[in-house]
């Protein structure tokens, strides 16, 4: 079946380390992105990508790094100098179109604690 | 300023009844659209239904429907007939025609709680 799949889904980071979660989709999809989720609160956008090789800072980037290496992939580096990053992540994948009505496709989310 | 806001932390809702979750949103744009996801406790974002700017009629999806009032810019969710799966938490989300990047802004969410 088509989707997106995010691993692993539960990741525990000591401070100070790097840690890369990953996201993959078999939609081909050109579009991908990195939200973070904080309890009870909405998503905001941290990383996107329209086309391999590229990718841009959404509002929330700083501590956190990306690389679009293949369609298909889209890992994100929660580095050490982010420093609150406990948190729930969701990566999205989404058609390229002049379309405003494009749905944004979620994978199943990784939380991540620092201990 | 918030882009897209959802006044109403939680809600409760009886079996069977209907509920409105609100929202309301600011643009500049003229071309925009408008989403509604469901989150439920599992994490993932589940699509429930779609709004244009342009869209005359209001959308509706099943038990879902959208109570778009363009000149108030508001974006109603209304869930008819609730049922106990419905208890999740649900986000507006609009993305804007002008905005580069294609991506989608989210209000902060509304907790559903349907009660038998």
């Known amino acids: 079946d088509g989707g997106i799949t995010q691993s692993p889904k539960y990741l525990f980071r000591k401070e100070g380390q790097n840690v890369t979660l990953s996201c993959e989709q078999n939609l081909n999809h050109d579009a991908m992105y990195w939200y973070r989720q904080d309890p009870g609160q909405g998503l905001r956008l941290i990383y996107y990508s329209q086309i391999v090789n590229d990718f841009q800072k959404g509002d929330i980037a700083e501590g956190y790094s990306v690389s679009r290496e293949k369609k298909e992939s889209f890992p994100l580096t929660v580095t050490s100098a982010q420093k609150n990053p406990t948190a729930f992540y969701l990566c999205?994948?989404?058609?390229?179109?002049?379309?405003?009505?494009?749905?944004?496709?979620f994978g199943q989310g990784t939380r991540l604690t620092v201990v | 300023a918030q882009k897209i806001t959802q006044t109403q932390p939680g809600m409760f809702v009886q079996e069977k009844e209907a509920v409105t979750l609100d929202c309301t949103y600011d643009t500049s744009d003229q071309s925009y659209g408008l989403f509604w996801y469901k989150q439920p406790s599992s994490g993932e974002m589940i699509f429930l239904i779609y709004q244009g700017s342009y869209d005359e009629q209001n959308a509706t999806e099943g038990r879902y429907s959208l109570n778009f009032q363009k000149a108030r810019k508001s974006a109603n969710l209304v869930i008819s007939a609730s049922q106990l799966g419905d208890s999740a938490m649900y986000f507006c989300?609009?993305?804007?025609?002008?905005?580069?990047?294609?991506?989608?802004?989210f209000g902060g969410g509304t907790r559903l709680m349907v009660k038998p």
């Open positions: 989300a609009m993305r804007e025609g002008g905005k580069a990047g294609n991506m989608l802004t």
């Open positions: 999205a994948s989404s058609i390229v179109n002049r379309g405003l009505n494009t749905e944004a496709f």
